[in-house]
């Protein structure tokens, strides 16, 4: 098969939905990004305020496994042949070029040294997702094997409730008895990669009402879990609090099956598909540059607002602002890294 052709039955076959997914991942992204710029987690979780702050906060906490899950759903078929490797290029790259941004500005705006930054490149800013992003796809044709080699929907469906059980459905009890243990949370990432290959191969059962009902209950029951685990205390990222959470689990999956089923009507409209397609294609640079975007939003509410009341009844400007800001940085980030690919493909073909 051509190139050219190869090509063409990559557009023909593209899921508009993935996409439709990665973006409101990186939207929920923000969002979490919203209490963790405010006072959230210095305010005790007690009155009704709180909880619907937290609310929102937990439903939230599924944008990073709604990320992983998609790269299982995309990359489960994927063997350890030449050229995988080159696959990761681009989102090196993409994040090289927003981290750059991220420290120039903290020179221009915080005078902080090149070379202090430089040091802690793989750990500042929210560096900390490409971090993990490169070693999983490092080991993803490997996971592939382990999955793929099964023979039949059961064995597979216990690979994934084996990953789950020992990274995040202990770990997330271990959290709600106070317990330390749970050293397997750590890994978590695999499960949702996993989840993401069976949601693949076998797709999502629930109707929408039922997994909409499947989010929402989780959710609720996550916040009142969390009352009795941090009554009248301030939040603390916990296992039973965290992207590793057995609840979130739930709301990603139930969120990403929903979503999935949005393909038929946005494959329909060559305006939707455009839409979708672009942006889905900013998501990556503008998590990463987000982080220039927050620090401004984020002084500029502090400055105008002096009780975390206040700052909360801006909550929809803020995300809005920010998601906007981020994608706008984003597109030139994608201008710079399209540019240096065509450099790298025209020097592989040399």
Same mark, same amino acid.
């Given at each position: 098969?051509?190139?050219?052709?190869?090509?063409?039955?990559?557009?023909?076959?593209?899921?508009?939905?993935?996409?439709?997914?990665?973006?409101?991942?990186?939207?929920?992204? #923000?969002t979490v990004h919203f209490f963790l710029h405010t006072e959230f987690y210095n305010i005790p &979780?007690?009155?009704?305020?709180?909880?619907?702050?937290?609310?929102?906060?937990?439903? *939230?906490?599924?944008? #990073?496994?709604?990320?992983?899950?998609?790269?299982? !759903? &995309?990359?489960?078929?994927?063997? &350890?042949?030449?050229?995988?490797y080159f696959g990761i290029v681009r989102t090196i790259i993409t994040f090289l070029i927003a981290e750059t941004g991220c420290i120039i500005y903290d020179r221009i705006a915080y005078e902080?040294?090149?070379?202090?930054?430089?040091?802690?490149?793989?750990?500042?800013?929210?560096?900390?997702?490409?971090?993990?992003?490169?070693?999983?796809?490092?080991?993803?044709?490997?996971?592939?094997?382990?999955?793929?080699?099964?023979?039949?929907?059961k064995q597979k469906f216990i690979l994934v &409730?084996?990953?789950? *059980?020992?990274?995040?459905?202990?770990?997330?009890?271990?959290?709600?008895?106070?317990?330390?243990?749970?050293?397997?949370?750590?890994?978590?990432?695999?499960?949702?990669? !996993?989840?993401?290959c069976y949601l693949r191969e076998y797709g999502f059962k629930l109707k929408t009402w039922q997994g909409i009902s499947a989010a929402l209950a989780s959710n609720l029951l996550l916040c009142i879990v969390m009352l009795f685990v941090f009554t009248k205390h301030t939040i603390r990222i916990y296992a039973i609090s965290g992207h590793n959470s057995v609840f979130v689990y739930i709301t990603t999956v139930a969120l990403f099956g929903i979503l999935l089923k949005t393909e038929n009507n946005i494959g329909k409209s060559k305006i939707k598909k455009s839409i979708v397609t672009s942006i889905s294609r900013l998501t990556l640079g503008a !998590?990463?540059?987000?982080?220039?975007?927050?620090?401004i939003v984020y002084d500029i509410l502090k400055h105008?607002?002096?009780?975390?009341?206040?700052?909360?009844?801006?909550?929809?400007? #803020?995300?809005?602002?920010?998601? *906007?800001?981020?994608?706008?940085?984003?597109?030139?980030?994608?201008?710079?890294?399209?540019?240096?690919?065509?450099?790298?493909?025209?020097?592989?073909?040399i």
């Open positions: 098969m051509t190139a050219i052709a190869e090509t063409k039955k990559q557009i023909t076959h593209r899921n508009y939905s993935i996409d439709l997914i990665r973006i409101i991942a990186f939207c929920l992204v #923000v &979780l007690w009155g009704v305020g709180m909880f619907i702050a937290t609310f929102v906060r937990n439903f *939230a906490m599924s944008c #990073v496994p709604l990320f992983v899950v998609i790269t299982g !759903y &995309l990359m489960q078929e994927k063997t &350890l042949k030449k050229g995988y902080k040294p090149f070379l202090s930054q430089i040091k802690t490149i793989g750990i500042a800013h929210y560096s900390w997702y490409i971090d993990m992003y490169i070693g999983l796809f490092l080991i993803i044709p490997f996971l592939n094997l382990a999955y793929n080699g099964l023979k039949s929907q &409730l084996s990953f789950t *059980a020992i990274t995040i459905i202990i770990p997330s009890l271990f959290s709600i008895f106070k317990c330390t243990q749970g050293w397997w949370s750590s890994v978590y990432p695999l499960a949702y990669y !996993y989840t993401g !998590y990463l540059i987000s982080y220039v975007v927050d620090d105008y607002t002096s009780t975390t009341r206040q700052e909360y009844m801006w909550f929809p400007v #803020v995300i809005i602002t920010v998601i *906007a800001g981020s994608l706008c940085l984003s597109y030139f980030i994608n201008l710079i890294c399209d540019v240096i690919m065509i450099g790298i493909n025209k020097l592989r073909k």
